[in-house]
């Protein structure tokens, strides 16, 4: 039987299928020496036991086969809200196989070992497989063993959000079942965070690496909700090409007194400082051209500074995927045509 | 200063030396001096003020073209700048008006010179001409319909050869150029610029593999002595319809003059007989031909060519920067399209042109000769458009031998005249041609490195060194004294001088820039040359040893 739980390095990039495209960049970038958080995954493998053995697969089918509403239209749409919270209620409630759960609280008691920690906080993220449309659920600074446990079902029961149940049924996909892969890796308490994108997706320059930062977690950078700090880094020698360092009123952290994490207003000294110094920024930029190189094509990488850590160990990769949003690429025509009416010094 | 010929259209007035204008001679197509019809007619009006619509019709950002003025004989084109304003206004259009340049000069090409081959072709037919010697039997009146059209099909060769290619594509190539010097400090001058733009089949070389050809079933039909035994060229003709042999031969040969007979002794003149005229003039050729019993070497020198240029193209664009690489191969392709348009045109626009203004020209000068108008027929070519027109119908009536008389006077003090290379404010040329890629491509001035103690130094070359003996050969007409290894010291070459290149050691020429017919010619042939010494043929006498050093594109006169 397929293994339900694997270690970032026991997985290569062609696991995708096995657990999910996010956990198999995890273990690429894990494999290839890249300074990844610890974590493991939980494979596709494991949702299916799950689903299957706990009879929680068979209720839903169940449950479907009296659900009658049509995906597009809008009036029906309350009902797959109703259906969403009653079929995530069935997933959340099951217990767990024994020898998962067992598995998965061995793993998380390893990872609070490795850091010292009693109860390491840790993020439950969703990893689709590699021709998965979906756009589930991931969980942050979850601590503790059941915690964990609970993290990883809830986010199996994302495939039952209401927004993945209605792409199902308009897409005529199995409504009842979506395994997906699961990642738990051990949360980085960031300074800054953001993303990049190995080729400026402004021109699809791919000598040039754009960077998005904001204070805090990367999750505030990714919603599009701040303006956050931009850059530009030549891939050749780091040369910092353009900076612009933007006002920043939000940031993504734990709230210091419950522990949750959410929206908070930044602190008036850091509202109008840069996110990054040139060293961070180069640094950065530098791993990111590494990972692109070893991964062969543009990447979109999520990345964090790590607090109490010095460069360059405090930066860290959170996530990398090909990156899609490069602007149709010019013909060289055309980018010889923009080159020779840019250059009239001759 | 007095106007050329009379003629305002190109006379100096003191507005044209200011401090902001320099205008330089054209000693590449204008030496030596044309009779004044041709001078006129047949090259600095249609010519230049086509030039002129090219960079117009294109809206070239930085340059309005090319406006010219007459001194001495020569022509004296100068670049007219562009505002910063208008540079800006430009821009945008000609980005558009370049881009099919770029994506699609084969076709846009191979269409237009068909049509222009075409054209020739019809208007002979329109006339009924089927034979070179049937035009005399043309009435008076016919004759001059057919002289305005043959000039409206003139004009058209002038369009597609300047304004709808030559601006363009030599824009392209002097773009290359810059750009290779700008981001490698390449040189064109460097062996392996040259390298990559060498390895191109065109026209001009079909044309010389006939003419070898030709001397190869010579040789094979053991027609060697007729051709060694004279040196008179019209006596071995003769001598050719003696024999069976012979006159087989000669059959090949007038297939040969039906097709490429179309050109005059001069690549651009109509003072000067065709080829079909007077079919003697192909003999030197072939006695060079003959001469390397047959033997071409431009098929093995192509070769050698095509695969360094794989080599060269693959070095050149390893030392382009990686994110530039896309848009420096398309405009290296660019630059070998001009190298090819270099050589590939000249038999479609100014070497048919010519021999059918010429074939016109001389008939009328024939009945003007006929009619007293002129005492002799060649004097037409010392009359200008209003002359004919006023004498041509009915012929007769009008005397022209006073005109004929002053301007060949003022004609042959120019073929004594040195011509001065630059007038006005010398310091420009540097920025003018940094300005004008066009002509940066076509013209070079000598470039002067006094570390290197040369005796010549030059604007373009082709890489390669070789020591030899030096034949000085002022006009094609003299093309037969090269012997085989000599080194060729020539104002310039054109498609004329082609056979040339098969037997010469080395090139040596006054002007002449990178895409100049010597230096494309002798890359192909993998001669060394060394053109645009602005004074080659006045330092050099025939018998000087001299070492040519394509690679450094300087000349040792070792005597």
């Known amino acids: 039987m397929d293994r339900v739980v694997l270690g970032f390095d026991e997985i290569r990039e062609g696991d995708a299928d096995k657990v999910g495209k996010k956990c198999a960049n995890l273990g690429e970038l894990t494999y290839a020496g890249f300074r990844v958080p610890p974590g493991f995954a939980v494979s596709l493998a494991g949702y299916s036991r799950f689903m299957n053995e706990t009879g929680v697969r068979a209720r839903i089918e169940d449950y479907l086969a009296s659900f009658h509403a049509d995906p597009n239209k809008t009036a029906d749409m309350p009902l797959y809200e109703e259906a969403s919270a009653v079929i995530r209620g069935m997933v959340e409630e099951a217990a767990m196989p024994a020898d998962m759960e067992t598995e998965i609280r061995e793993r998380y008691q390893a990872l609070c070992e490795e850091a010292c920690l009693a109860d390491l906080s840790v993020a439950t993220r969703s990893a689709g497989p590699a021709s998965h449309p979906g756009q589930y659920e991931s969980y942050l600074h979850i601590k503790g063993a059941d915690a964990v446990v609970a993290g990883v079902r809830r986010v199996w029961s994302s495939t039952f959000n209401q927004r993945s149940l209605i792409a199902r049924a308009r897409q005529g996909l199995d409504v009842a079942y979506d395994p997906i892969g699961v990642a738990v890796l051990r949360m980085v308490e960031a300074k800054a965070a953001g993303v990049m994108f190995t080729t400026n997706p402004g021109d699809g320059d791919a000598g040039k690496i754009y960077l998005e930062a904001n204070w805090g977690l990367g999750e505030s950078v990714v919603s599009g909700e701040v303006t956050p700090d931009s850059f530009l880094v030549a891939k050749a020698d780091g040369e910092i090409i353009e900076r612009h360092v933007s006002r920043k009123a939000m940031w993504f952290v734990p709230d210091p007194e419950t522990g949750r994490v959410g929206f908070c207003e930044v602190p008036d000294d850091m509202k109008n400082a840069s996110t990054l110094t040139d060293d961070e920024l180069r640094e950065i930029a530098r791993v990111g051209a590494l990972i692109e190189k070893h991964f062969g094509v543009p990447q979109d990488i999520e990345w964090a500074v790590a607090l109490g850590a010095e460069l360059p160990e405090s930066v860290m990769f959170l996530q990398t995927r090909p990156q899609k949003n490069i602007i149709e690429k010019k013909g060289a025509t055309d980018r010889l045509l923009d080159f020779i009416i840019r250059d009239f010094e001759f | ?559």
Request: hydrophobic share 40%; charged share 25%.
């Open chain 2, 1 to 559: 200063m007095t106007a050329v010929y009379g003629v305002s259209l190109f006379e100096f007035d003191e507005s044209d030396f200011t401090e902001d204008q320099v205008w330089f001679c054209d000693v590449t197509h204008g030496s030596p001096p044309w009779k004044p019809l041709y001078f006129c007619h047949g090259w600095c009006w249609p010519g230049y003020q086509t030039i002129q619509t090219g960079y117009e019709s294109l809206q070239v950002p930085t340059s309005r073209g090319w406006q010219i003025r007459a001194k001495d004989g020569y022509p004296y084109p100068s670049v007219m700048l562009t505002t910063e304003e208008e540079t800006k206004q430009r821009a945008p259009i000609f980005r558009e008006r370049i881009r099919p340049y770029i994506e699609n000069f084969n076709a846009l090409w191979d269409e237009a010179k068909m049509d222009l081959k075409k054209n020739y072709e019809d208007l002979r037919k329109k006339y009924g001409l089927e034979t070179y010697e049937s035009i005399k039997d043309l009435p008076d009146y016919r004759l001059y319909d057919m002289l305005e059209e043959y000039l409206i099909l003139h004009r058209k060769q002038w369009v597609v050869h300047m304004e709808y290619f030559f601006v363009p594509v030599y824009y392209l190539f002097g773009l290359f150029q810059n750009m290779s010097k700008k981001v490698l400090g390449l040189d064109s001058g460097d062996p392996l610029f040259s390298k990559a733009m060498a390895g191109f089949d065109s026209s001009a070389f079909r044309f010389n593999e006939r003419i070898w050809d030709l001397g190869k079933q010579a040789v094979e039909s053991g027609l060697e002595g007729v051709f060694t035994a004279d040196e008179d060229d019209d006596a071995v003709l003769r001598h050719l319809e003696g024999s069976d042999a012979g006159r087989a031969w000669l059959e090949g040969f007038r297939q040969f003059l039906d097709e490429y007979g179309w050109r005059c002794e001069r690549m651009s003149d109509w003072a000067t007989p065709s080829w079909l005229e007077k079919p003697a003039l192909a003999i030197p050729g072939i006695r060079m031909a003959i001469a390397t019993k047959g033997v071409s070497s431009i098929k093995e020198n192509r070769e050698l060519a095509e695969r360094e240029r794989g080599e060269a193209e693959k070095e050149l664009l390893e030392k382009v920067p990686a994110d530039q690489r896309d848009w420096y191969e398309v405009l290296m392709k660019c630059a070998q399209n001009a190298c090819y348009f270099s050589e590939d045109h000249t038999y479609y626009t100014e070497l048919y042109t010519s021999a059918m203004g010429r074939w016109i020209f001389k008939e009328i000068g024939r009945r003007f000769a006929e009619a007293g108008t002129i005492d002799d027929s060649e004097d037409v070519f010392f009359l200008l458009m209003n002359d004919i027109y006023k004498a041509i119908i009915p012929m007769g009536r009008v005397k022209l031998q006073g005109k004929v008389a002053a301007r060949k006077k003022e004609w042959e003090g120019y073929l004594t005249v040195q011509p001065e290379m630059l007038l006005g404010n010398p310091e420009l040329m540097g920025l003018v041609v940094q300005k004008d890629p066009v002509l940066s491509a076509a013209f070079a001035l000598p470039n002067v490195r006094p570390e290197l103690a040369a005796d010549l130094y030059g604007g373009g070359s082709a890489p390669g060194v070789v020591e030899g003996v030096a034949r000085v050969i002022m006009t094609e007409k003299d093309l037969g004294e090269l012997r085989k290894g000599e080194i060729l010291v020539a104002p310039g070459t054109s498609a004329q001088w082609m056979p040339a290149f098969e037997i010469a050691g080395g090139i040596i020429t006054d002007g002449g820039g990178a895409l100049s017919h010597a230096v494309i010619v002798a890359r192909e042939y993998r001669l060394p040359a060394v053109t645009g010494t602005h004074e080659a043929t006045s330092k050099i006498k025939t018998g000087d040893r001299v070492k040519v050093d394509g690679d450094l594109g300087i000349v040792f006169i070792l005597k």
